[in-house]
């Protein structure tokens, strides 16, 4: 059986195919994504004509990829992307009238919950926090011994954090401060699951792979892992303009110049209010937890 999931975020909207195999495992066929920002067109809590037709011809391409393979089942959601806009209802019934594609709107624990599984199947974390730092909000979940013990979603995001801050590759010191100073005040409901030091952190989610492969690039593809001291690298890189990092990031992850300060920035925050032993990047996330959880599971 094939599979298509398309998972409408607030930065990039994302098409993952996979062929389900015996024994509950699967094998990713096709990934393709489009960076429609659908968080810079919200407006007065709405999302925009703009962001609405952005949507619709993400979703028309996706359809139109999915027909011609002849995938056997199509499954669409949206998180943060629609989460929090006081349309959702329309702007789902409108993509489904246009597309065929039924939007089922996850809510924060929901994501957490797939995150963690996704996380779990890349990486056999069984003690620690998974993080989905998204575009617009952050997942935390705690497990301890493979058994989620406390979540949490909190409404921060890279992208949302850089509209309004980020003009420019560059951050002014202003920006800065003003960026530091809404995660920590955002971050607050996330402390009392990050304030038992875990035994691991895992980031789940475009940013932290761009950050990881941006490292890497850097220091022409080191095998070290990626850990704290690779986020400070990149910070003070961006801080300082360095034109090496530029470099390393624009090759890394070119569509993430523009919101992958903003996403160090939220990463070292959390890294340091958990005092973590050690440091994961997920190759798999959400849409693998969400295949694993609502389809393989079913």
Do not use: W
């Not at 209802?89 to 993509?95: L, R």
């Not at 704290?228 to 303009?241: H, M, Q, S, V, Y």
């Amino acid at each position: 059986m094939v599979t298509g999931i398309i998972d409408v975020g607030s930065n990039t909207v994302r098409l993952s195919i996979y062929r389900l195999e015996n024994g509950g495992s699967f094998k990713l066929l096709l990934s393709k994504k489009i960076v429609a920002g659908l968080a810079s067109y919200v407006t007065d809590g709405a999302l925009g004509q703009e962001g609405i037709e952005k949507l619709y011809k993400c979703l028309k391409e996706f359809r139109s990829i999915v027909t011609s393979l002849e995938v056997s089942a199509v499954r669409a959601f949206a998180t943060a992307s629609l989460r929090y806009v006081r349309n959702a209802k329309a702007v789902v019934s409108s993509m489904y009238n246009e597309t065929g594609l039924l939007l089922e709107i996850i809510n924060g624990e929901e994501e957490a919950h797939l995150s963690f599984m996704g996380a779990r199947y890349s990486t056999g974390i069984e003690n620690g926090v998974v993080v989905d730092l998204g575009g617009a909000s952050c997942e935390l979940i705690r497990e301890e011994n493979g058994i989620a013990v406390g979540l949490t979603s909190i409404p921060l995001g890279c992208l949302s954090l850089s509209v309004g801050n980020v003009d420019t590759i560059f951050p002014e010191p202003e920006a800065t401060e003003n960026m530091k100073a809404v995660i920590k005040n955002t971050m607050k409901p996330a402390i009392p699951l990050l304030a038992k030091r875990p035994e691991t952190l895992c980031f789940v989610g475009g940013t932290a792979r761009g950050a990881s492969r941006s490292f890497k690039e850097l220091h022409l593809r080191a095998n070290g892992s990626f850990g704290p001291e690779g986020i400070d690298t990149l910070i003070k890189g961006f801080e300082l303009r360095d034109t090496a990092t530029m470099q390393a990031v624009r090759s890394a992850a070119p569509d993430r110049v523009f919101t992958l300060y903003a996403g160090l920035l939220i990463m070292r925050e959390i890294i340091q209010a958990s005092s973590a032993d050690s440091l994961l990047v997920s190759k798999c996330g959400i849409r693998e937890g969400y295949l694993i959880d609502r389809i393989i599971g079913a």
